[in-house]
T-cell receptor, first 110, second 110 residues
Framework: QKEVEQNSGPLSVPEGAIASLNCTYS??????FFWYRQYSGKSPELIMS????GDKEDGRFTAQLNKASQYVSLLIRDSQPSDSATYLC??????????FGTGTSLTVIP | EAQVTQNPRYLITVTGKKLTVTCSQN?????MSWYRQDPGLGLRQIYY???????DKGDVPEGYKVSRKEKRNFPLILESPSPNQTSLYFC?????????FGPGTRLTVL
């Protein structure tokens, strides 16, 4: 069973702070890594993808990947109340399947 | 507008009554997938399709069927629904591993 683990939270940060979300995965053959945001009652939407070790920045979002430690993280800088959502980590390997974590609930307090 | 559509959005049915949830995408994506989302279990992949007439089982395929006769459509079939299939279902299509999700179908099986 290929697993993707996330801390379910809830994680609360004040507005303007950095939110740090973490994810570990069990399959060393995993090649593609994704962060999705899901607002309550809505469908997941892709916010970041990362494929190689290191950091990838997109606006206020930075994804970090460490394949040796089987660890991927998402940093949200200058957090806004509109960032309050559940963040899903997803992993894909050579088998074209996707595995999702159970999500981390983030609340940004104004 | 590029989108993935699902129908119906809400469905209440009874055990054993065959049903089909339709999924359609207008982005010419080759990859399509079905997921179910349950509290505490996250998103789990049911079936996926790499292209027309090519389908593969995901993590939780038992009790479900799919078909891919056309590139744009990927229906999910429950031949004999049971209460443990009560869930929120998402269809997704993908280009280059980046998935776009439909709005979801909330299914209740009594």
């Amino acid at each position: 069973q290929k697993e993707v683990e996330q801390n379910s939270g809830p994680l609360s940060v004040p507005e303007g702070a950095i939110a740090s979300l973490n994810c570990t995965y069990s399959d060393r053959g995993s090649q593609s890594f994704f962060w999705y945001r899901q607002y309550s009652g809505k469908s997941p939407e892709l916010i970041m993808s990362i494929y190689s070790n290191g950091d990838k920045e997109d606006g206020r979002f930075t994804a970090q990947l460490n394949k040796a430690s089987q660890y991927v993280s998402l940093l949200i800088r200058d957090s806004q109340p509109s960032d309050s959502a559940t963040y899903l980590c997803a992993v894909s390997g050579t088998g074209n399947q996707f595995y999702f974590g159970t999500g981390t609930s983030l609340t940004v307090i104004p | 507008e590029a989108q993935v559509t699902q129908n119906p959005r809400y469905l209440i049915t009874v055990t054993g009554k065959k049903l089909t949830v339709t999924c359609s995408q207008n982005m010419n994506h080759e990859y399509m997938s079905w997921y179910r989302q349950d509290p505490g279990l996250g998103l789990r992949q049911i079936y996926y399709s790499m292209n027309v007439e090519v389908t593969d089982k995901g993590d939780v395929p038992e009790g479900y069927k799919v078909s891919r006769k056309e590139k744009r459509n990927f229906p999910l079939i429950l031949e004999s629904p049971s209460p443990n299939q009560t869930s929120l279902y998402f269809c997704a299509s993908s280009y280059d591993n980046e998935q776009f999700f439909g709005p979801g179908t909330r299914l209740t099986v009594l």
